[in-house]
């Protein structure tokens, strides 16, 4: 392993703890990537700051300088497929990422390997929920959100069942048979006791529901 591997794993391994990202940039700094090492500083800067606090606006400008300049390079290193899909940066590195059932489940491990994804929206579920609940991928997701086919069948207790989403703070879920009773069956999982959002929504939901979760469940602020 290289050196600069060896501090990407680090950063994998603690994907909520901004000092391995900043012992990384002086790193890059000393090693001729001072725009890289730049670019980590400015969003963890961002991250920590109020949303009105001075030099905010100045940041935001740099933030998006950079990354229009030098985006491709920096997603050099991961499959070809991650620079098609949506995806978003923070903290310097690839946080939230979309794609598909299949690219979770067999192409996946390459980049999950390569940046500190913690957020994923998965599309093209058709038939294969047990297969991804089942993926140990997830136990490094923070966030999830599920565009589920009305097909599918038990969504809510297939979630509810999945172990390896004990770690998850932010459920979605939406589809056109999604119902309020899986809610219930959600709230009671004993793998989601981490979750601070969950939120289905389809027509047999009423369109939409929302919850704010806090203290294992016990207060819910209602959306």
């Not at 489940?105 to 599309?123: D, H, N």
């Not at 004993?190 to 047999?204: A, C, D, F, V, W």
């Not at 704010?212 to 469940?217: D, K, Q, S, Y």
């Amino acid at each position: 392993m290289s050196t600069s591997e060896a501090f990407l794993s680090d950063i994998i391994e603690h994907p909520d703890d901004d000092a391995p990202r900043l012992i990384y940039a002086d790193w890059l700094d000393d090693n001729d990537d001072p725009t890289r090492a730049e670019f980590i500083r400015v969003q963890c800067a961002l991250a920590a700051a109020e949303p009105d606090a001075p030099g905010r606006e100045a940041l935001e400008a740099r933030e998006r300088e950079l990354l229009g300049k030098h985006w491709q390079r920096w997603l050099a290193p991961l499959p070809a497929w991650v620079r098609a899909r949506k995806m978003s940066f923070q903290r310097g590195f690839i946080w939230h990422l979309e794609m598909t059932a299949a690219q979770l489940l067999r192409q996946a491990a390459g980049v999950f390997r390569r940046a500190p994804v913690v957020s994923v929206r998965l599309e093209n579920l058709a038939g294969r929920l047990a297969e991804v609940v089942a993926c140990p991928h997830l136990a490094r997701l923070r966030r999830l959100g599920l565009a589920v086919p009305s097909r599918e069948p038990d969504v809510p207790g297939q979630l509810a069942r999945a172990a390896g989403l004990a770690n998850l703070r932010a459920l979605q879920a939406h589809g056109a048979r999604l119902r309020a009773s899986g809610l219930s069956e959600l709230l009671a999982s004993p793998h989601l006791t981490r979750l601070e959002m969950l939120q289905l929504r389809g027509s047999k939901v009423g369109n939409r529901v929302s919850l704010t979760l806090r203290a294992r469940f016990g207060e819910q602020a209602v959306g």
